[in-house]
């Protein structure tokens, strides 16, 4: 048999660098993986394995390009409860720091463990890193998309008694990587985003087109109580970004994005509040909302590990055909 015979053969590798990797049905898959797994230890240790340990003997690399805290933890967890572990890179302890290649990176540590989840700046890097290795890679956060944090979302919403097909979700704030995510899910899974930003501050009309296309109904407008009106989930989102200069012009504009009491009041009365934190509480939302009875950001923190263990098992080929 030909080299490119066996070539074809081969697994092909699961990368989950945007929700589009997986598809509706997998990302359907993996929320419903995550429940029952979540149900399934209840009141147990938080670092005591499932049951049916499916990742023993498997290693997750992270490489880390900007700083984190719940993305970090819930994959070291989530490894944890699934069996495996965890090893950490970051550019100040690894070659990264020293001029090694993206590529040179994804063919050695292809080597040496399992999967590489990777939160960087650059999108670009996460492509280069996924084209090199012979493991899945996932995207951790880049500044294009955070696939990981939207499963985790997505879970907490079903959590709190809505369903995903026909749901409508109002975004409030800049049209950044958090939003593009949500709007791809929105194509995948059938459900409706209505998006208030400022002029100039509107996400990318490529993910815009592809909730369209997915048979999503997007709604932009300049308007936050418009965008807010009769909805079942408000998100938002930082106003400046990680690694971001501090922009007193951006801070100005977002001013009327910022959700607070009178802004919860349009949407529904059992409307939920998500943010994927950290949150700068007095800008883009107030104390009121963030500490309120609507809001689950910490339901929604929770939920990145979750998430982050049907991720894992799909990319491993452990979950969805």
Not at 102 to 107: E, F, L, M, N, V
Not at 180 to 207: C, Q, W
Not at 305 to 312: F, P, R
Request: charged share 25%; net charge negative.
């Amino acid at each position: 048999m030909s080299s490119e015979s066996l070539l074809d053969l081969a697994p092909k590798v699961r990368n989950f660098l945007d929700l589009g990797d997986a598809g509706g049905d997998a990302i359907a898959a993996m929320l419903n993986d995550a429940q029952d797994r979540k149900a399934a230890r209840k009141g147990w240790p938080k670092g005591r394995a499932d049951a049916d340990k499916p990742l023993e003997g498997h290693v997750l690399a992270m490489i880390f390009e900007k700083s984190s805290t719940r993305t970090r933890v819930s994959f070291d967890i989530a490894m944890r409860q699934l069996g495996g572990t965890t090893l950490i890179m970051d550019t100040a302890t690894s070659q990264l720091g020293r001029g090694e290649t993206i590529a040179d990176t994804a063919r050695v540590l292809s080597r040496m463990v399992d999967t590489i989840m990777i939160r960087t700046d650059d999108h670009a890097k996460a492509q280069e890193l996924a084209h090199y290795a012979h493991v899945p890679v996932i995207n951790g956060l880049t500044d294009r998309s955070h696939p990981c944090q939207i499963v985790a979302d997505l879970l907490t919403v079903i959590e709190h008694g809505k369903a995903l097909p026909g749901l409508e979700l109002a975004w409030l704030g800049d049209g950044n990587n958090v939003l593009h995510s949500i709007l791809e899910a929105a194509g995948l899974m059938k459900f409706n985003v209505r998006v208030g930003t400022p002029a100039g501050y509107e996400p990318d009309a490529e993910f815009v087109e592809m909730a369209r296309t997915g048979g999503a109904q997007v709604t932009l407008t300049h308007d936050a109580s418009t965008a807010a009106q009769g909805a079942d989930v408000i998100v938002t989102d930082t106003w400046i970004s990680m690694g971001q200069d501090h922009a007193e012009a951006k801070l100005a504009a977002m001013e009327p994005y910022r959700v607070d009491e009178a802004l919860m009041a349009t949407a529904k009365p059992d409307a939920k509040f998500l943010h994927c934190l950290p949150a700068h509480v007095g800008d883009e939302v107030s104390d009121g909302v963030f500490e309120g009875p609507q809001s689950v950001v910490f339901d929604e923190a929770e939920n990145r590990i979750h998430a982050q263990k049907s991720i894992l098992l799909w990319a491993l080929g452990h979950l969805g055909s």
